[in-house]
């Protein structure tokens, strides 16, 4: 009796762990900096996702936990330069300066931030691909306080851009 109940005690806990990751999500907060005029974002993804996604074209794959940030960091801020493009109008990219990333459990939050133009700025235009080349069901969720306002927008596949307004 004693070796059935170890054995579906253990084929639970191996379901379980197959389930822990059963999706794709990022989240995204932007707050804007009015005095310093610009945005500060943080990122925050899942770290075997994001390991996944820095190691596409590599000669071998990345371990965020194994590799010095000296390394990595350059692969990171590369990699959101290509997928996190914000401007002011469609068809801009403002500068993004990567400042580093935390380790929280299974995820990694990443630190960036954007300078904007001098003239005040009532909306921006977020083109969002990040992981979405490496998860058909990939969904990012950004949060942007800004003007006083708090809104959430969720970006996927078919739907990369958007405009976010204050």
């Known amino acids: 009796m004693?070796?059935?109940?170890?054995f579906l005690f253990g084929l639970l806990l191996c379901s379980m762990a197959a389930f822990a990751h059963a999706y794709?999500?990022?989240?995204?907060?932007v707050r804007y900096n009015v005095q310093k005029q610009q945005l500060e974002i943080a990122l925050k993804v899942?770290?075997?996702?994001?390991?996944?996604?820095?190691?596409?074209?590599?000669?071998?794959?990345?371990s965020l936990a194994d590799m010095p940030a000296a390394q990595t960091n350059p692969l990171t801020a590369a990699?959101?330069?290509?997928?996190?493009h914000f401007g002011t109008k469609p068809g801009e990219t403002l500068p993004l300066t990567y400042l580093g990333m935390q380790r929280e459990g299974d995820a990694h939050w990443l630190y960036v931030t954007i300078k904007l133009p001098?003239?005040?700025?009532?909306?921006?235009?977020l083109h969002h691909q990040l992981?979405?080349?490496?998860f058909d069901d990939q969904m990012n969720i950004v949060n942007l306080e800004a003007g006083g306002q708090k809104q959430s927008t969720l970006f996927r596949g078919g739907e990369e851009?958007?405009?976010l307004s204050w």
Do not use: N, W
């Open 24 to 29: 794709h999500t990022s989240l995204m907060d």
């Open 161 to 163: 851009s958007k405009t």
């Open 46 to 62: 899942f770290t075997d996702d994001f390991e996944k996604a820095l190691s596409a074209g590599q000669p071998r794959s990345i």
């Open 79 to 84: 990699y959101l330069k290509r997928t996190l």
């Open 2 to 6: 004693r070796r059935p109940l170890l």
């Open 131 to 134: 992981l979405l080349a490496e």
């Open 118 to 125: 001098a003239q005040p700025v009532r909306s921006l235009v």
